[in-house]
C-alpha cells in the first residue's frame, strides 16, 4: 500500500496543470531533409514590455524534433537558433515565419505569432533551413584581444538584417567572435563595448559573404571612448548648468561610459508656466555614418531641484529604446533638471544600468501644451 500511495502522489505532482499547452515541431536541412540533432530552438513573447523576449529554451532531440511544454495561454513566436559549432553555424538563425507579412524568417516582425489557448497542443512548427556562410575574426584595442564586446554584421542595403555575436571572454581566446549563420550578401561590422569604456566602432566594409564559406577576418580594433565634455555632472548638485532655454537645447557629444558609474544631469532655471518636450535617442553619428545604436536603451527623468525630488520619467515613449517626457506646466519657478541614465537604474544613480554608450538629448520650449498623442 505505501508503495502505490507513493507512486500515486508522484503522478499527481508531475501531471501538467490543465492550463498548460504545447508547441512542437521538427529542425532540419534543406532541401534533403535531414534532421539537425542539437540545434537550439527559442519560445518567446512580448509580455516584459521590452519587444519580444525569449521564455523558453531546449534544443532538438535526434530526430531533430522539439516540444516545448507548460506553455501558458498567449501570443508566442519562435526562433530556431545554430550553435557555435563549424557544422551549425552553416546555418542562419530563422523565425516561423509561414504567412505574411512574409520575410523568410530573417525579421522578428514577420515572424507568424501563434496564439495558444489555455490547455491546446500546437504541432508542425518545423523549420527546413538552407544552408548559408559564416564568418570569425578578433576584436582588439590595438594591443589586446577584447572580451564581451558586441559584434553585428548588418546587411549593407538594409540595415534590419543582420547577425549578431559577441566576442569570447576566455583568456586562451580573448576577443575572438565566430557569426553564425550569415546570408549571401554584403556586408558591414559594427562593434560595441557594453561599458562603454571603448567607442563603437563600424568597418564599412564591404564584407562579401558566400554561401557554404567560412571567412576568417582581420583585427577589428577598437578606439578609447573619447571624454565626456560635460563631466562631472553625475548628481543633480554638479549637473551641468545650461544657459536660461529659449527655444531648444541640443547636445549629442553627451556619453554614459561604464555601467554603473554614469548619469548625466542637465539643469537650468524654468519659469512657472513654462512647458518643455525633452527626448532621448540613440540616433548619433559613429564612424561618420548616421546610426541608431541597437544596444543603448536611454532612460529620463525630470527633477525639481528644491526639494529635490524626481517629478517625472519615462523609457520607452514612443517605442522601446527611446525616451520622451513632456514637463506639463511647470508650477513653480525655480532650478529644474533632466536626467539622462539607462534601463534597470530607475533611481538615477547608475545602479543596475543595463546599457551604456552615445545618445542624443533634445529639450524643447514651448508656450503652449504639445498636442501630438503623448501628452503626460
Ligand atoms: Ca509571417
Ligand atoms: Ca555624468
Ligand atoms: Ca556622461
Ligand atoms: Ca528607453
Not at 544657459?243 to 544631469?265: E, H, K, Y
Amino acid at each position: 500500500m505505501r508503495v502505490r500511495a507513493a507512486l500515486f502522489i508522484g503522478l499527481v505532482m508531475s501531471a501538467p496543470p490543465a492550463w498548460a499547452g504545447s508547441i512542437a515541431g521538427q529542425v532540419s536541412a534543406s532541401p534533403d531533409g535531414t534532421p539537425i540533432s542539437g540545434f537550439a530552438v527559442n519560445l518567446l513573447n512580448a509580455a516584459g514590455g521590452k519587444g519580444w523576449a525569449v521564455v523558453q529554451s531546449l534544443t532538438t532531440n535526434a530526430s531533430g524534433s522539439y516540444l516545448f511544454s507548460g506553455v501558458a495561454a498567449g501570443n508566442y513566436i519562435i526562433q530556431a537558433v545554430p550553435m557555435n559549432t563549424p557544422q551549425q553555424c552553416l546555418y542562419a538563425q530563422r523565425y516561423f515565419d509561414s504567412m505574411a507579412p512574409y520575410d523568410a524568417g530573417r525579421l522578428d516582425s514577420s515572424a507568424d505569432v501563434i496564439s495558444i489557448g489555455a490547455g491546446t497542443n500546437i504541432t508542425g512548427i518545423n523549420f527546413a533551413l538552407n544552408t548559408v556562410g559564416s564568418l570569425q575574426g578578433t576584436v582588439t584595442n590595438g594591443s589586446v584581444g577584447l572580451g564581451g564586446v558586441q559584434v553585428r554584421l548588418q546587411d549593407r542595403s538594409d540595415g534590419r538584417y543582420h547577425v549578431d555575436a559577441v566576442t569570447s571572454a576566455s583568456s586562451g581566446t580573448l576577443g575572438t567572435f565566430t557569426v553564425c549563420g550569415v546570408d549571401p550578401g554584403s556586408y558591414l561590422f559594427w562593434i560595441h563595448d557594453l561599458d562603454a569604456q571603448y567607442d563603437d566602432r563600424i568597418a564599412p566594409g564591404p564584407y562579401i559573404i558566400i554561401s557554404g564559406s567560412q571567412f576568417t577576418i582581420g583585427n577589428l580594433v577598437m578606439q578609447p571612448m573619447p571624454v565626456d565634455p560635460y563631466e562631472p555632472n553625475s548628481t543633480l548638485e554638479t549637473g551641468t548648468s545650461l544657459p536660461s532655454i529659449s527655444l531648444s537645447w541640443d547636445s549629442s557629444g553627451a556619453l554614459l561610459s561604464t555601467r554603473g558609474n554614469d548619469v548625466d544631469f542637465y539643469c537650468f532655471e524654468a519659469l512657472a508656466g513654462d512647458h518643455y518636450l525633452i527626448t532621448t535617442t540613440t540616433d548619433v553619428s559613429i564612424s561618420g555614418e548616421p546610426s541608431t545604436s541597437p544596444w543603448v536603451d536611454p532612460v529620463l527623468g525630470w527633477f525639481s531641484t528644491s526639494p529635490a525630488s524626481l517629478l517625472l520619467s519615462n523609457d520607452d515613449a514612443p517605442g522601446q529604446r527611446n525616451a520622451r517626457l513632456e514637463t506639463g506646466s511647470v508650477t513653480i519657478s525655480g532650478r529644474y533638471c533632466v536626467g539622462v541614465t539607462t534601463y534597470g537604474d530607475p533611481d538615477f544613480n547608475g545602479s543596475g544600468q543595463a546599457s551604456a554608450g552615445r545618445y542624443a538629448l533634445h529639450i524643447l520650449k514651448s508656450d503652449t501644451l504639445f498636442d501630438d498623442g503623448f501628452d503626460p
